[in-house]
């Protein structure tokens, strides 16, 4: 069945770097865009970041742009988020999340914790 | 940078009863617009998409319209699994960043 299974949270100190990954299955990897979108506890959802199908293209939220890069391996049928400069204002459930038709996320991963704290 | 607003942010009502939640965006807007489902602990789920359009296997008491500022998602006859928080998001054209609304809570009156 399509599948989204995201790994790498942790507790991490700030300033310092993590990488998460969402590995894909049930469905042709290559053929979908990519997203990362997060939820802080208690708070609502908050978009991150989009990769292209072919990974040729990527956009950022402000909050995370110069820090954070999302990349993909469609041999591997995983997507990635590099986290850098982590800040205790990134604690979060993290998901991955396809990107289906015409603007929206049709498949979402059960998210990994990730907690910036020293 | 456009903006969503959701309305109410809580909605209480009963089994049974019709939901009619407010998404109204700061200018005017495609109707790339989609609305998802979150119960606690989980995982969003998408909903609706192109503003009225549900998604596979959701029931057709979810339905949702709208166009340029101002979209509506309704649910008849509120079911027991219903009662969640919902959000919508929309994305821009150029460059093509989402945006999720804050969110309203259905919960039991």
């Known amino acids: 069945q399509v599948q989204l299974v995201e790994s790498g949270g942790g507790v991490v100190q700030p300033g310092r770097s993590l990488r998460l990954s969402c590995g894909a299955s049930g469905f042709t990897f290559s053929d979908y865009g990519m997203h990362w979108v997060r939820q802080a506890p208690g708070k609502g959802l908050e978009w991150v970041a989009i990769i292209w199908h072919d990974g040729t293209n990527n956009y950022y939220a402000d909050s995370v742009k110069g820090r954070f890069t999302i990349s993909r391996d469609n041999s591997k049928n995983t997507l990635y988020l590099q986290m850098n400069s982590l800040r205790v204002e990134d604690t979060a459930v993290y998901f991955c999340?396809?990107?289906?038709?015409?603007?929206?996320?049709?498949?979402w991963g059960q998210g990994t914790m990730v907690t910036v704290s020293s | 940078e456009i903006v969503l607003t959701q309305s109410p942010a809580t909605l209480s009502l009963s089994p049974g009863e019709r939901a009619t939640l407010s998404c109204r965006a700061s200018q005017s807007v495609s109707t790339y617009l989609a609305w998802y489902q979150q119960n606690p602990g989980q995982a969003p789920r998408l909903l609706i998409y192109d503003a009225s359009t549900r998604a596979t296997g959701i029931p057709a008491r979810f339905s949702g319209s709208g166009s340029g500022t101002d979209f509506t998602l309704t649910i008849n006859s509120l079911e027991p699994e219903d009662f969640a928080v919902y959000y919508c998001?929309?994305?821009?054209?150029?460059?093509?960043?989402?945006?999720f609304g804050p969110g309203t809570k259905v919960d039991i009156k």
């Open positions: 999340a396809r990107g289906g038709v015409l603007a929206a996320l049709d498949i």
């Open positions: 998001q929309l994305r821009s054209s150029r460059p093509p960043l989402f945006t």
